[in-house]
């Protein structure tokens, strides 16, 4: 059977896994969007502890952030759904949490450096104008850091799509379904067929999701700064 | 402007320590700025002018002493809200860059929570007074305009809640001079209208003479040397700091920071009409230019210089030169239509020169 023939035949599964696919990094980046803004705001703001505290939370604080979730980042893919396995079993729960560990750090990293680069002399006439740590963050900093942050959760979904194949391996959803089932079989009949497609297919919902960023950083990036 | 007996602000033996460090940037300092008036902080790269500044809308908080705003102790009350009654103008600008320039002008009458027509009316009126046209600049980002404009927009932006109080650090300093010179000129024609109370830092002692009321010459370890009139600082100067910082060969430097308007000038009349009065006469072309003396008190008729006229914007160091260069005892000071104003004569010079309020 040519490759043609076996996608055609075989399309609504490989939709299906697809989709799967296409969900799994969906909820995961989500998640890893939402703890990694939570994290890079709570630690640019420098009063994050009561001012009782004798040792405040502080900028330092955010590089040993970065680097234990950059850390997470360099442990084996394959490694860390195993682990995850004796705590949370098998399928879509190791699956999302592995993924949204491994997303964290994209996004941390260019919430730190976005909010970062923020000009400071923007900062401080908002302070002069007398406008409170709320509003800076919600009306200045993070607008003027959105894009960046946009471009570390287009890094974190593209890096997402190729590992999350791997949560196949504790009965994940996605395409790595048919890809390990072909690589186990390799040499039997349609197995090349069945890693092709698999294969092709993350590369298909990476192209969706280029797609969207694109569509995305235009449509969020405020008109002022818009290059 | 009215040396008022209660001052807008009031600095009470301020100091300012910051920490890690054993000496004071701002030590004991008291400084008492009159309701409408322009006062100016001038002094060397760290001698707490802006610390001081910045601490008189808390955006620095003093280790110790009493800020009083018309009257009122302000040492502990909320930054933020102190701050929104204060305007606040910086070199940077520091436009909000995602914001049209109506909304970087409306940031805090939006959030006093002015109605929106009120803000409209507000925002147009401010546009028009630093002279960006609304219904073209209304709209525009800040990075659609040059550094000039913005900091139109920055000084409407300060003014925006119509506050009693300004405070600017340096804002004209990022500035190409011959810009520089027209918003100055501008920035006074606006007090004119806005009689605002103005403490303005800078560290162009030329900028402090031609826009203060007030120059408080700041020293090292965060003192005021001397506060007071641009012209006792530049004559009296308090000190040997000041003296040394008004810069040696004071006698001359001090011609080009006098502005001929700002002095009491010889009275001079068109030829033929009514009595000369002691007064110098000159003929006149057809519309109004001075064209030469035609009568000098105490010089024969034979002898008459020849006249040569100075702009009235020009300073007295630009008076001298043209009367060096043209050999003339007297030099005619002219208006933008090359219509005589006044005349200053050299014996004047080595007189005290005689000078008045701001024009």
Same mark, same amino acid.
């Given at each position: 059977?040519?490759?043609?023939?076996?996608?055609?035949?075989?399309?609504?599964?490989?939709?299906?896994?697809?989709?799967?696919?296409?969900?799994?990094?969906?909820?995961?980046?989500? &998640?890893?969007?939402?703890?990694?803004?939570?994290?890079?705001?709570? *630690?640019?703001?420098?009063?994050?502890?009561?001012?009782?505290?004798?040792?405040?939370?502080?900028?330092?604080?955010?590089?040993?952030?970065?680097?234990?979730?950059?850390? &997470?980042?360099?442990?084996?893919?394959?490694?860390?759904?195993?682990?995850?396995?004796?705590?949370?079993?098998?399928?879509?729960?190791?699956?999302?949490?592995? *993924?949204?560990?491994?997303?964290?750090?994209?996004?941390?990293?260019?919430?730190? &450096?976005? *909010?970062?680069?923020?000009?400071?002399?923007?900062?401080?006439?908002?302070?002069?104008?007398?406008?409170?740590?709320?509003?800076?963050?919600?009306?200045?900093?993070?607008?003027?850091?959105?894009?960046?942050?946009?471009?570390?959760?287009?890094?974190?979904?593209?890096?997402?799509?190729?590992?999350?194949?791997?949560?196949?391996?504790?009965?994940?959803?996605? +395409?790595?379904?048919?890809?390990?089932?072909?690589?186990?079989?390799?040499?039997?009949?349609?197995?090349?067929?069945?890693?092709?497609?698999?294969? +092709?297919?993350?590369?298909?919902? &990476?192209?969706?999701?280029?797609?969207?960023?694109?569509?995305?950083?235009?449509?969020?990036?405020?008109?002022?700064?818009?290059? | 402007?009215?040396?008022?007996?209660?001052?807008?602000?009031? @600095?009470?033996?301020?100091?300012?320590?910051?920490?890690?460090?054993?000496?004071?940037?701002?030590?004991?300092?008291?400084?008492?700025?009159?309701?409408?008036?322009?006062?100016?902080?001038?002094?060397?790269?760290?001698?707490?002018?802006?610390?001081?500044?910045?601490?008189?809308?808390?955006?620095?908080?003093?280790?110790?002493?009493?800020?009083?705003?018309?009257?009122?102790?302000?040492?502990?009350?909320?930054?933020?809200?102190?701050?929104?009654?204060?305007?606040?103008?910086?070199?940077?600008?520091?436009?909000?860059?995602?914001?049209?320039?109506?909304?970087?002008?409306?940031?805090?009458?939006?959030?006093?929570?002015?109605?929106?027509?009120?803000?409209?009316?507000?925002?147009?009126?401010?546009?028009?007074?630093?002279? @960006?046209?609304?219904? /073209?600049?209304?709209?525009?980002?800040?990075?659609?305009?040059?550094?000039?404009?913005?900091?139109?927009?920055?000084?409407?932006?300060?003014?925006?809640?119509?506050? =009693?109080?300004?405070?600017?650090?340096?804002?004209?300093?990022?500035?190409?001079?011959?810009?520089?010179?027209?918003?100055?000129?501008?920035?006074?024609?606006?007090?004119? /209208? !806005?009689?605002?109370?103005?403490?303005?830092?800078?560290?162009?002692?030329?900028?402090? !003479?031609? @826009?203060?009321?007030?120059?408080?010459?700041?020293?090292?370890?965060?003192?005021?040397? /001397?506060?007071?009139?641009?012209?006792?600082?530049?004559?009296?100067?308090?000190?040997?700091?000041?003296?040394?910082?008004? %810069?040696?060969?004071?006698?001359?430097?001090?011609?080009?920071?006098?502005?001929?308007?700002?002095?009491?000038?010889?009275?001079?009349?068109?030829?033929? !009409? %009514?009595?000369?009065?002691?007064?110098?006469?000159?003929?006149?072309?057809?519309?109004?230019?001075?064209? $030469?003396?035609?009568?000098?008190?105490?010089?024969? =008729?034979?002898?008459?210089?020849?006249?040569?006229?100075?702009?009235?914007?020009?300073?007295?160091?630009? =008076?001298?030169?043209?009367?060096?260069?043209?050999? $003339?005892?007297?030099?005619?000071?002219?208006?933008?239509?090359?219509?005589?104003?006044?005349?200053?004569?050299?014996?004047?010079?080595?007189?005290? @020169?005689?000078?008045?309020?701001?024009?």
């Amino acid at each position: 059977m040519g490759f043609t023939e076996y996608v055609s035949s075989n399309f609504s599964s490989l939709v299906f896994y697809g989709q799967q696919h296409f969900l799994l990094v969906l909820y995961s980046v989500a &998640a890893a969007t939402a703890i990694a803004l939570a994290a890079g705001v709570l *630690l640019h703001t420098s009063s994050v502890s009561p001012p009782s505290w004798s040792r405040p939370v502080r900028a330092g604080s955010r590089e040993t952030l970065l680097l234990v979730s950059s850390a &997470a980042l360099t442990i084996p893919s394959l490694a860390l759904f195993g682990l995850l396995q004796p705590a949370l079993g098998i399928g879509i729960a190791p699956s999302l949490v592995a *993924l949204t560990i491994y997303g964290v750090y994209p996004v941390l990293r260019n919430t730190v &450096a976005g *909010l970062s680069s923020v000009d400071p002399a923007v900062l401080e006439a908002a302070r002069g104008m007398g406008l409170g740590p709320a509003w800076r963050m919600v009306r200045v900093q993070l607008p003027l850091a959105w894009p960046v942050i946009v471009s570390g959760i287009r890094v974190a979904t593209l890096i997402l799509i190729g590992i999350a194949v791997v949560a196949a391996s504790v009965s994940g959803p996605g +395409l790595g379904q048919p890809l390990f089932t072909g690589l186990a079989r390799l040499g039997a009949v349609n197995s090349f067929n069945q890693v092709l497609s698999g294969t +092709l297919g993350c590369l298909v919902v &990476a192209a969706i999701y280029e797609i969207a960023f694109f569509a995305i950083q235009r449509l969020t990036t405020p008109r002022g700064i818009r290059v | 402007m009215s040396d008022g007996s209660r001052p807008m602000i009031a @600095l009470e033996a301020i100091s300012k320590t910051y920490p890690g460090q054993s000496a004071p940037a701002v030590r004991e300092l008291d400084l008492h700025v009159p309701a409408g008036a322009i006062v100016m902080m001038v002094g060397p790269s760290g001698c707490g002018k802006t610390t001081t500044l910045k601490m008189m809308n808390r955006l620095i908080e003093p280790t110790s002493g009493r800020i009083l705003l018309d009257g009122e102790d302000v040492t502990a009350v909320g930054g933020d809200e102190l701050r929104r009654r204060i305007g606040y103008v910086i070199q940077q600008v520091g436009l909000f860059p995602h914001f049209t320039v109506a909304d970087n002008v409306a940031v805090v009458p939006r959030v006093l929570g002015w109605d929106r027509k009120r803000i409209t009316a507000r925002v147009d009126e401010l546009l028009h007074l630093v002279g @960006l046209e609304p219904g /073209q600049f209304r709209d525009r980002y800040p990075r659609q305009l040059s550094g000039g404009q913005q900091q139109r927009v920055g000084v409407a932006r300060g003014l925006a809640a119509d506050p =009693a109080v300004m405070l600017m650090d340096e804002p004209f300093g990022a500035i190409d001079p011959i810009t520089r010179d027209r918003l100055q000129d501008e920035f006074l024609e606006i007090q004119r /209208q !806005v009689a605002k109370t103005i403490c303005f830092v800078t560290h162009d002692l030329t900028e402090a !003479v031609k @826009l203060g009321d007030r120059i408080a010459v700041f020293g090292p370890g965060g003192v005021v040397e /001397q506060y007071d009139t641009p012209e006792q600082v530049l004559t009296h100067p308090a000190n040997d700091f000041v003296a040394e910082f008004v %810069g040696s060969g004071a006698a001359v430097r001090r011609l080009s920071l006098l502005q001929l308007n700002r002095l009491e000038l010889d009275e001079v009349t068109v030829d033929g !009409v %009514g009595a000369t009065n002691g007064h110098p006469t000159y003929r006149a072309d057809a519309d109004g230019r001075a064209v $030469a003396w035609a009568h000098l008190p105490g010089t024969g =008729a034979g002898d008459l210089p020849p006249l040569v006229t100075v702009p009235l914007t020009g300073t007295v160091y630009d =008076a001298v030169d043209v009367m060096l260069e043209a050999r $003339a005892p007297l030099v005619a000071v002219v208006d933008d239509e090359d219509r005589p104003k006044g005349a200053l004569r050299w014996e004047a010079l080595v007189r005290e @020169l005689p000078t008045k309020g701001r024009p």
